[in-house]
T-cell receptor
Framework: GNSVTQMEGPVTLSEEAFLTINCTYT??????LFWYVQYPGEGLQLLLKATKADDKGSNKGFEATYRKETTSFHLEKGSVQVSDSAVYFC????????????FGKGTRLHILP | SQTIHQWPATLVQPVGSPLSLECTVE??????LYWYRQAAGRGLQLLFY??????ISSEVPQNLSASRPQDRQFILSSKKLLLSDSGFYLC?????????????FGEGSWLTVV
């Protein structure tokens, strides 16, 4: 079945450091891929998405490229801020038929000032 | 624009008591609706999803149930809560058809069973 695997946290970085959170997926066909962010005490918000191979999603300085050859959708940011501290979820939506959204387990990110 | 609202935001319930969490979506028709649970230190677990009124799919065996009495209303219930039911519950919706449709979440409901 479809699944998403993302790196376990917590990830702790200093402000202005480079961030990478790895995400790989298993799916039949061509799923859409998402990154969601959950700030403390809140629900999940869509951060970015990509719907086909080689697409790059971007938002708030974060980027992720849909790599079909490596079945990956790694999240990157060039210079993180304290306000980026949150839990990040990678997710996929299977193409056609099944409407379920599959999430990874989440990666907690701590940014130190 | 579409909005999703769930309530209550926080509740503390004794073991064995009933539960009812309600979720409504506005500004769209025939949405797919979801209930997720996020237990402390764990990821998101899909509990139920619905593609239409009265159509509920359960993802995991448990003492929770879901109902969809109206197109944009989704209710999570339990007759007798267990300690293990504590967690953060999230309602969500997406447009039907799967594929590239984004899923949108409510604010979440914190449940503590004591």
């Amino acid at each position: 079945g479809n699944s998403v695997t993302q790196m376990e946290g917590p990830v702790t970085l200093s402000e202005e450091a480079f961030l990478t959170i790895n995400c790989t997926y298993t799916a039949t066909g061509y799923p859409s891929l998402f990154w969601y962010v959950q700030y403390p005490g809140e629900g999940l918000q869509l951060l970015l998405k990509a719907t086909k191979a080689d697409d790059k999603g971007s938002n708030k300085g974060f980027e992720a490229t849909y790599r079909k050859e490596t079945t990956s959708f790694h999240l990157e940011k060039g210079s993180v801020q304290v306000s980026d501290s949150a839990v990040y979820f990678c997710a996929l939506s299977a193409a056609g038929g099944d409407d379920k959204i599959i999430f990874g387990k989440g990666t907690r990110l701590h940014i130190l000032p | 624009s579409q909005t999703i609202h769930q309530w209550p935001a926080t509740l503390v319930q004794p073991v064995g008591s009933p539960l009812s969490l309600e979720c409504t979506v506005e500004g769209t028709s025939n949405p797919n609706l979801y209930w997720y649970r996020q237990a402390a230190g764990r990821g998101l677990q899909l509990l139920f999803y619905s593609v239409g009124i009265g159509q509920i799919s359960s993802e995991v065996p448990q003492n929770l149930s879901a109902s969809r009495p109206q197109d944009r209303q989704f209710i999570l219930s339990s007759k007798k809560l267990l300690l293990s039911d504590s967690g953060f519950y999230l309602c969500a919706w997406s447009n039907p058809g799967g594929g590239e449709n984004t899923i949108y979440f409510g604010e979440g409901s914190w449940l503590t069973v004591v």
